[in-house]
């Protein structure tokens, strides 16, 4: 697995802290995707990880349980 760097790091949580916010944030469905995210979060063995990927990680499943939820809405 390549390196990354901190910088890297940031941009990518900063990114996805800002995507989060745009499909997530005020869509109604943020207890749901929550949980939905908490579900397979606690699965993934990962203790060792930095809080600040975790919660990344916890984000980006959350921005695509949200995205699913809309579309079978708009379908």
């Not at 940031?10 to 469905?29: F, P, Y």
């Not at 579900?39 to 995205?67: D, F, K, R, W």
């Amino acid at each position: 697995m390549p390196e990354v760097s901190s910088g890297e790091l940031d941009d990518c949580i900063q990114r996805i802290g800002a995507l989060w916010e745009i499909e997530v944030d005020g869509s109604g469905h943020e207890r749901t995707v929550g949980e939905a995210a908490a579900n397979l979060m606690s699965g993934s063995g990962l203790l060792y990880v930095p809080s600040e990927v975790l919660h990344m990680l916890t984000q980006a499943i959350e921005i695509g349980y949200a995205a699913a939820l809309k579309s079978a809405e708009d379908d």
